[in-house]
């Protein structure tokens, strides 16, 4: 019988990714004997400081890697966004699974949309990504940082910290708190995260015998996009430190990549897709990179690493 060893966080989101794919493993191999490791990162660990001040949400991944390279798990289970686009030498993105609904949640207990909230309101959000395109939306609003894991966040709110939060709802809805979604941000008005709502599998690259388990729990039209999306995130060199949104969907055969680049405070935001082969999709995002620089992109990052 055959073992396989998942390094995770132990925050819910991320014991609930890993049970996810233990129950997948499982379901296609019966027998597999499935044990969680669970650990603590960096980015659990600090929580008083903004991620973009600490290094950004490689944070939440190195511990992991280095288990599986020090061969004390064999897989780790990752949310895709916090997932940086360069990999350690030895290990790969083996699988990308199904996706979860991607956009960015409202989540508020007296208030149904930003559009409601009172001039001046305190709205909470961990991303600089969510920040800037809030601060264009609703230039009124007191956007302040909002760190921890789910749980702690709508603590946060419920305590009256906060009049309304921003987060991922895929990770609203895996945990079972959909109910607390007061209403979902368009893609429009709020770009996701490239890789938001998407769950990645890390092993060695050298190991076909998990690479062959981990098989059918691949969704490559899944795969396609978050590529695409990652492809336009790696060329812009950008990280949890600056606001970059990128979503992909299909079209049919073709695939429609979307990207955004903005300041700091929401004043400029540049916006551009491009539509190609599903087949092309790391090209789409080179090339929807490289639109975005020409149009000014380069100039707004260096203006905000220079700030942060």
Same mark, same amino acid.
């Given at each position: 019988m ?13 014991l609930?990714?890993?049970e ?8 296609y191999h ?14 659990d660990?600090?929580?008083?400081t903004p ?17 599986? %390279?020090?061969?004390?798990a064999d897989? =780790? &289970?990752?949310?895709m966004?916090?997932v940086p686009? /360069?990999?350690?030498e030895? *290990?790969?993105l083996?699988?990308i699974?199904?996706r979860e609904?991607p956009r960015?949640?409202?989540?508020s207990n007296?208030?149904?949309s ?5 001039q ?6 961990s991303?600089l990504?969510r920040?800037?395109q ?5 230039p009124?609003l ?8 789910v749980?702690?966040r709508l ?9 309304a ?12 708190f959909?109910?607390?979604i ?7 008005s709020s %770009?996701?995260?490239n890789?938001q709502? =998407? &769950?990645?599998i ?5 190991? /076909?015998?998990?690479?062959? *388990? ?7 039209l899944?795969r396609q ?8 995130n790696?060329?812009?060199?950008g990280?949890c ?9 299909l ?5 429609w990549?979307?990207?955004?680049v ?9 916006r551009?897709d491009?539509r190609?082969s ?6 789409l ?7 975005l620089?020409?149009a000014g992109a380069?100039?707004?990052?260096a203006?905000v690493?220079q700030q942060s």
């Amino acid at each position: 019988m055959a073992k396989i060893r998942i390094a995770t966080r132990k925050s819910a989101l991320a014991l609930w990714q890993a049970e996810f794919v233990k129950a997948e493993l499982l379901k296609y191999h019966a027998d597999l004997d499935v044990e969680l490791v669970p650990m603590s990162t960096q980015g659990d660990k600090i929580l008083d400081t903004p991620l973009a001040k600490i290094g950004g949400k490689g944070l939440f991944v190195k511990e992991l890697e280095t288990a599986i %390279l020090e061969d004390r798990a064999d897989i =780790a &289970v990752h949310s895709m966004k916090d997932v940086p686009v /360069a990999f350690p030498e030895g *290990l790969q993105l083996q699988t990308i699974c199904l996706r979860e609904d991607p956009r960015d949640a409202f989540v508020s207990n007296q208030f149904r949309s930003l559009a409601e909230l009172p001039q001046g309101a305190v709205v909470g959000t961990s991303s600089l990504r969510r920040q800037c395109q809030i601060k264009a939306l609703r230039p009124d609003l007191q956007v302040r940082d909002l760190r921890g894991n789910v749980n702690t966040r709508l603590k946060k709110l419920d305590n009256g910290e906060f009049a309304a939060i921003i987060l991922a709802a895929a990770g609203l809805i895996r945990l079972g708190f959909a109910e607390r979604i007061a209403s979902y941000l368009t893609v429009d008005s709020s %770009l996701p995260a490239n890789g938001q709502g =998407a &769950v990645g599998i890390e092993c060695r690259s050298d190991d /076909a015998q998990v690479q062959a *388990l981990l098989a059918p729990l691949e969704h490559n039209l899944t795969r396609q996009c978050v590529l695409a999306e990652r492809a336009m995130n790696r060329a812009l060199q950008g990280g949890c430190q600056v606001p970059i949104g990128a979503f992909a969907i299909l079209e049919g055969e073709q695939l429609w990549l979307r990207g955004l680049v903005g300041s700091l405070d929401g004043q400029q935001i540049i916006r551009d897709d491009v539509r190609g082969s599903i087949d092309a999709a790391e090209q789409l995002g080179q090339q929807l990179a490289e639109q975005l620089l020409a149009a000014g992109a380069g100039e707004i990052l260096a203006a905000v690493y220079q700030q942060s």
